[in-house]
C-alpha cells in the first residue's frame, strides 16, 4: 500500500502544477516559468513529511487514499515553502549544487537585459512568491478537506501550529548564527525541534492520526516520538553536514563552518579545550577545504563527534520507547521503530 501511497502523492503533486501553469498562462511567461520553478523545487526530496502522514493514517486504520493524499501533499507543499525561504534568509542561489529559483530568476532577468541589482530583486520576488504560493496551497488543501468541520480544523491548528514554531526555529538559527560564542547544547536541541522536527514529524504523523480517528492520547504520543525523532534525524544531518560524503548526501561539508552555523558539533567543542583551535576557522567565508580538515581532526579529537552522534542514537531511542504502549498499533510501531533506526543510521 505504502508504494501505491507514494505514487498518489506524486500523481496529485504533478496534477496540481500541471493546473497552476496553465492558470498561470493567463499572466505570462514569466509566471509560467515562476511555477516551473517552484515544481522543480518540490521534487527530488525524500517525501519525508508525506510519508509520516500516509504511515499513521494507515496504522490506525485508515484506508481512504483519495481522502488522505491530498494532506500528505499538504505537509510537503509546506515543506517546498519552507526551503525556498530558507534558501532567501541564506542568499543562496542553489540547492544541492542546482540552481534554486533565485538562481534561476537571476539567470532569467540577466537573459532578459536587466542589471544585476535588479536580477538580485528578481530572484528575491520569485522567490518570496513562489514560497508564499505553496505555503498558501497547504492551507487551502485541508481547509477545503472533504471531512466534518472539527477534524478539519484539527488538522488546520496542526499545520499553523508547525508554521508558527519552525518560524521560530528559524528565527533563533539566524539569530544565533550571529552570536560570537557557541551555544549551549540546549539551546541548539531547542530551536532543532523547533525549526524542523516538529514541522517535519510531530504534525504530518499527527495529522495522519487524527485523519484516521486516533485517539488524543495516541495522538500525543505521536507527538512526543515525532519531537524526538526529528531532533535525532536534524542531529544527524549536522553530522553529515561536516563529515558526510558530498557524492552521496548532495550536501557542502564545508558550508555549515564557512556559515558559522551553531550545530551540537560547535557547542559541544566549544565546551572543550579544543575550542581555541577550532573557533578561528568557524565562521571563515573563505574556509579551504584543508582548513576544514583541520577543524574535523579537532572536532573528533575533542570528542564532540562522537558525543552528538552518541546524543542523536539516545533520541531515536527515547522516541522507540515512547511508542511502548498499547495506544499505539503494533504494525505502526514497527514502522516508526524503523524510522527512528534509519534516522541516525544515514549516509545523506
Given at each position: 500500500?505504502?508504494?501505491?501511497?507514494?505514487?498518489?502523492?506524486?500523481?496529485?503533486?504533478?496534477?496540481?502544477?500541471?493546473?497552476?501553469?496553465?492558470?498561470?498562462?493567463?499572466?505570462?511567461?514569466?509566471?509560467?516559468?515562476?511555477?516551473?520553478?517552484?515544481?522543480?523545487?518540490?521534487?527530488?526530496?525524500?517525501?519525508?513529511?508525506?510519508?509520516?502522514?500516509?504511515a499513521?493514517?494507515?496504522?490506525?486504520?485508515?484506508?481512504?487514499?483519495?481522502?488522505?493524499?491530498?494532506?500528505?501533499?499538504?505537509?510537503?507543499?509546506?515543506?517546498t515553502?519552507?526551503?525556498?525561504?530558507?534558501?532567501?534568509?541564506?542568499?543562496?542561489?542553489?540547492?544541492?549544487?542546482?540552481?534554486n529559483?533565485?538562481?534561476?530568476?537571476?539567470?532569467?532577468?540577466?537573459?532578459?537585459?536587466?542589471?544585476?541589482?535588479?536580477?538580485?530583486a528578481?530572484?528575491?520576488?520569485?522567490?518570496?512568491?513562489?514560497?508564499?504560493?505553496a505555503?498558501?496551497?497547504?492551507?487551502?488543501?485541508?481547509?477545503?478537506?472533504?471531512?466534518?468541520?472539527?477534524?478539519?480544523?484539527?488538522?488546520?491548528?496542526?499545520?499553523?501550529?508547525?508554521?508558527?514554531?519552525?518560524?521560530?526555529?528559524?528565527?533563533?538559527?539566524?539569530?544565533?548564527?550571529?552570536?560570537?560564542?557557541?551555544?549551549?547544547?540546549?539551546?541548539?536541541?531547542?530551536?532543532?525541534?523547533?525549526?524542523?522536527?516538529v514541522?517535519?514529524?510531530?504534525?504530518?504523523?499527527?495529522?495522519?492520526?487524527?485523519?484516521?480517528?486516533?485517539?488524543?492520547?495516541?495522538?500525543?504520543?505521536?507527538?512526543?516520538?515525532?519531537?524526538?525523532?526529528?531532533?535525532?534525524?536534524?542531529?544527524?544531518?549536522?553530522?553529515?553536514g561536516?563529515?558526510?560524503?558530498?557524492?552521496?548526501?548532495?550536501?557542502?561539508?564545508?558550508?555549515?563552518?564557512?556559515?558559522?552555523?551553531?550545530?551540537?558539533?560547535?557547542?559541544?567543542?566549544?565546551a572543550?579545550?579544543?575550542?581555541?583551535?577550532?573557533?578561528?576557522?568557524?565562521?571563515?567565508?573563505?574556509?579551504?577545504?584543508?582548513?576544514?580538515?583541520?577543524?574535523?581532526?579537532?572536532?573528533?579529537?575533542?570528542?564532540?563527534?562522537?558525543?552528538?552522534?552518541?546524543?542523536?542514537?539516545?533520541?531515536?531511542?527515547?522516541?522507540?520507547?515512547?511508542?511502548?504502549?498499547?495506544?499505539?498499533?503494533?504494525?505502526?510501531?514497527?514502522?516508526?521503530?524503523?524510522?527512528?533506526?534509519?534516522?541516525?543510521?544515514?549516509?545523506?
Amino acid at each position: 500500500m505504502r508504494e501505491i501511497a507514494t505514487a498518489g502523492v506524486e500523481t496529485e503533486l504533478q496534477r496540481y502544477f500541471a493546473a497552476a501553469r496553465l492558470r498561470a498562462s493567463d499572466y505570462g511567461d514569466h509566471y509560467v516559468a515562476l511555477w516551473d520553478c517552484l515544481e522543480q523545487a518540490s521534487t527530488g526530496g525524500k517525501r519525508v513529511r508525506p510519508a509520516m502522514v500516509l504511515a499513521a493514517y494507515a496504522g490506525f486504520g485508515g484506508r481512504d487514499l483519495a481522502l488522505v493524499t491530498p494532506v500528505a501533499v499538504s505537509f510537503e507543499l509546506l515543506h517546498t515553502a519552507f526551503l525556498i525561504h530558507d534558501d532567501v534568509i541564506d542568499r543562496d542561489l542553489a540547492r544541492r549544487g542546482i540552481a534554486n529559483i533565485a538562481g534561476r530568476f537571476s539567470d532569467r532577468a540577466l537573459a532578459h537585459g536587466a542589471e544585476s541589482g535588479q536580477a538580485g530583486a528578481w530572484a528575491v520576488t520569485a522567490s518570496i512568491l513562489a514560497g508564499d504560493l505553496a505555503l498558501s496551497e497547504a492551507h487551502r488543501i485541508l481547509a477545503r478537506l472533504p471531512v466534518e468541520a472539527g477534524r478539519r480544523m484539527r488538522l488546520l491548528d496542526l499545520l499553523d501550529r508547525a508554521v508558527f514554531v519552525s518560524a521560530a526555529g528559524e528565527l533563533a538559527d539566524v539569530t544565533n548564527a550571529a552570536r560570537p560564542q557557541p551555544l549551549g547544547v540546549a539551546e541548539v536541541l531547542a530551536t532543532l525541534e523547533q525549526k524542523t522536527a516538529v514541522y517535519s514529524f510531530e504534525a504530518p504523523l499527527q495529522a495522519g492520526a487524527v485523519l484516521s480517528g486516533a485517539t488524543d492520547a495516541a495522538i500525543d504520543v505521536l507527538g512526543r516520538f515525532g519531537r524526538l525523532v526529528g531532533v535525532a534525524f536534524q542531529l544527524t544531518d549536522d553530522i553529515l553536514g561536516v563529515f558526510g560524503d558530498p557524492a552521496r548526501t548532495g550536501k557542502s561539508v564545508v558550508a555549515d563552518l564557512r556559515e558559522g552555523k551553531q550545530t551540537a558539533l560547535i557547542a559541544h567543542a566549544g565546551a572543550t579545550t579544543a575550542w581555541p583551535a577550532i573557533a578561528p576557522y568557524i565562521g571563515k567565508a573563505d574556509l579551504s577545504a584543508p582548513e576544514a580538515d583541520v577543524v574535523r581532526d579537532h572536532i573528533r579529537a575533542c570528542g564532540a563527534l562522537q558525543a552528538v552522534g552518541d546524543l542523536a542514537r539516545d533520541h531515536a531511542a527515547k522516541a522507540v520507547e515512547a511508542l511502548d504502549t498499547p495506544l499505539i498499533p503494533a504494525q505502526l510501531r514497527g514502522t516508526l521503530t524503523t524510522l527512528a533506526g534509519s534516522a541516525v543510521n544515514r549516509f545523506r
